[in-house]
Structure formats: structure tokens, C-alpha cells
């Protein structure tokens, strides 16, 4: 059994699946060029046709689903960083604050040069607020769970509710100009229109705050409750997780294949994470299956360098379907586009293999811990 000093695996691998997952949201922003309605059914009236049917498939097993998965293990980070600064007799949360002004930065760097939809500086945001609400105790922890999860679930039910009254029938439509750009602009070209529109292209970011601030916050008590153990606690916790994914959260999720898009930004943002903590428990469960070891080991390493992980697999899509790089944006149908998701899937697993077996950490954990390291030791 691991010692509450020892690295738990099972998170490891929940962060190696959350990562390559989000990727296989990202993949179909970076497939058509920026265009949003490609990741939901936004009035797609003919999403039973085989092309449309595919991606909704994909979308509907892990949009949304990875990245509360992702926001899950990233409080638990957090928990982790809280017990060893109480180990350590540290102030909390102390040079936690110079891990989040990192990650803030290393996700406006990200945002500026690679992509829009960063999710980093968000979690920075996330974290810092959490890390003093953590500060103020379990009781603390409770009521803002119970404060923010309710306003957040009424929010995205009014939304739901104003959507269904108007015809359920939401056309967000596509931004011919955003398209154009990175079709056809140079990679300064893009860089230039995220600067001109931060705050606009942050809106979602700072919109998840409340509800990733819950995430958190659940990741900080699951892992206080045993979750991700191995022992026989851990795996009734996780059964228990299990339900709530296959029995409320799975037919919740199936709202995403009604026409019109009125359950979209519901399912979005409210029923995806009940199928993340079903993840979590499937995940736990299917480790135990030792002849697939090759495969946890794998997801294991890309955990372990999840940040090195996201970028790399972000600035690889760009230069696959961006016009300044291969320029395959808007060319591909569905089955091309899930088989570049898988290639550079099977690409990061055995590059973090590849990279660990000579290096302690990833390359932008390495970095990280070298400049944190430089400036709390003075």
C-alpha cells in the first residue's frame, strides 16, 4: 500500500486521460479553424448524418467531461501542496502563491502565442481564491461549495429554461472573419487578434471561475475522504462515484444529442462533471486490470508532465491545421480529424515515456520548479 508520502498512481492517470481528453475537444476548434458551433449541435439540424454523428459522439464522451475532470485533479494539486506545507510547518498558502502566479503566467504565455482558449490563467484565478477558502477551514469549504454550486446550478437552469421558452432552437452561428485569419493569416497575424480581443476571447474563462472554484473544492475533499486510495475505502468512495456517473450523469449528457442546441451550454457546464466523477471511478476500476499495465504506465508519465503535455499538444495541432503551418483546417471530415486526435494521443504518450526515463520531470515542470526554486530559497 502507498504511504501518504508516496506519489498515488490513479491520479497520475487521471491527469494523463484528462489531458489527452481535452485534446479531443480542442482538436475540432483547431480542425475548423476557430469555429465554436463545430464543438456543439448549435442548430446543426442534421446532426444524424454520419460525419455530424461521429463528432457528437466523440464530443459527447468527452466535451466538458475531461476538462472537470482536469479542474478535479487540479484541486486535488492543491490539497496535496496544502499538506505538504503543514508537513513542512509552512504558512498557507504561502509559496502556493508563487505557483499560482506562475501558472497565470505560463497561461497568458500560452493564450498570447498558441491558443485562445487557454484554460491555465483561469485555473491560476481558481486557485489562488480557493487556496485562502481552503485556508479557512472544512466549514469554509462546505458553505462555499453549497453557496456557489447552488447559484451556479440555478444560473445555468434559467439559461436552460429561457432557451426552451424561445423554441429551443439556438443558433450561435460561426465567425467567417475568425475562420479567414487562420486560414489564410500569418501566426503574428493571430497573435496580434488575441491581443486586441483579451477580454472578449476571456469571457468563458472568467464566466467557469465559480463553478471551477466548486471543482476544486471537490477534488480538495475527495482526496481529504480517501477517493483515489487503494484500499477498500477508496474503492466504496469510487463506487459511489460510479452511480452518480452512469445513473444521473450519463443520461444528463444524452441531452447533448437534441437538436436545436438549447441543452448545450447546460450539459456544458452543469451535467459534465456527474460524468467526470464517473471517470474517475471507471479509471480507478479498470487499473486494476494488470494486463493492461503497458497502457497505465503510458497514461501514467503524461500525467506526470501534463503541463508539458497540454502546450506540446496545442502548438502541434496548430501547425497540423493552421494556414501558416500544414493548413488542413476545414479540409478534414470527422474520421480524419478523431484519427489526428489518436495520433497525437499515441505521440505525447510516448514522448512522456520517452522523456522520463532521462528526466525527473517535464520540461515545463522542470523549468517551473527551477525558477520557484531560485526564488523561494532567497
Known amino acids: ?131 485562502f477558502i481552503v485556508k479557512g477551514g472544512e466549514r469554509w469549504i462546505k458553505r462555499t461549495m453549497a453557496l456557489i454550486g447552488s447559484l451556479h446550478a440555478t444560473f445555468m437552469l434559467a439559461i436552460l429554461a429561457l432557451f426552451l421558452a424561445v423554441g429551443g432552437n439556438i443558433s450561435f452561428g460561426s465567425d467567417s472573419g475568425v475562420v479567414a485569419l487562420y486560414q489564410s493569416g500569418t501566426w503574428l497575424e493571430q497573435v496580434q487578434y488575441r491581443l486586441s480581443h483579451f477580454l472578449v476571447l476571456r469571457l468563458e474563462a472568467i464566466f467557469t471561475i465559480p463553478m471551477n472554484i466548486f ?55 452543469l451535467f459534465a462533471p456527474l460524468l467526470s466523477l464517473g471517470y474517475i471511478a471507471l479509471i480507478g476500476k479498470m487499473i486494476q486490470y494488470t494486463k493492461w499495465n503497458g497502457l497505465w504506465h503510458l497514461l501514467e508519465n503524461a500525467g506526470k508532465m501534463s503541463l508539458s503535455c497540454y502546450v506540446m499538444q496545442n502548438i502541434i495541432a496548430s501547425c497540423i491545421f493552421y494556414g501558416w503551418g500544414l493548413g488542413l483546417g476545414g479540409r478534414l471530415d470527422s474520421w480524419a480529424i478523431l484519427f489526428i486526435w489518436l495520433a497525437l494521443s499515441a505521440l505525447q504518450l510516448t514522448f512522456a515515456s520517452l522523456w522520463l526515463r532521462y528526466c525527473k520531470l517535464g520540461p515545463m515542470e522542470a523549468v517551473r520548479r527551477r525558477l520557484l526554486s531560485g526564488i523561494t530559497s532567497r
Open 1 to 131: 500500500m502507498e504511504t501518504q508520502h508516496q506519489r498515488i498512481r490513479l491520479l497520475d492517470i487521471l491527469r494523463g486521460f484528462a489531458i489527452l481528453g481535452t485534446l479531443g475537444t480542442n482538436i475540432w476548434i483547431f480542425a475548423h479553424l476557430g469555429d465554436l458551433s463545430f464543438i456543439t449541435t448549435f442548430n446543426q439540424s442534421g446532426w444524424w448524418e454520419s460525419n455530424d454523428l461521429l463528432r457528437m459522439i466523440v464530443l459527447f464522451l468527452v466535451n466538458g467531461k475531461l476538462l472537470g475532470l482536469l479542474t478535479i485533479m487540479f484541486g486535488v494539486g492543491m490539497e496535496l501542496k496544502y499538506r505538504q506545507a503543514m508537513r513542512r510547518g509552512k504558512p498557507w498558502p504561502g509559496v502556493y502563491i508563487w505557483v499560482v502566479l506562475f501558472l497565470f503566467m505560463e497561461g497568458l504565455l500560452h493564450f498570447i502565442f498558441v491558443m485562445e482558449y487557454d484554460i491555465l490563467m483561469s485555473y491560476a484565478v481558481t486557485a489562488l481564491i480557493s487556496a
Open 215 to 269: 471543482l476544486f473544492l471537490l477534488g480538495v475533499r475527495l482526496m481529504r475522504a480517501g477517493a483515489f486510495a487503494p484500499d477498500e475505502k477508496g474503492k466504496k468512495i469510487r463506487a459511489r462515484l460510479l452511480a452518480i456517473g452512469l445513473y444521473l450523469g450519463l443520461p444528463l449528457n444524452l441531452l447533448i444529442f437534441v437538436p436545436g442546441g438549447a441543452f448545450d451550454l447546460t450539459v456544458r457546464y
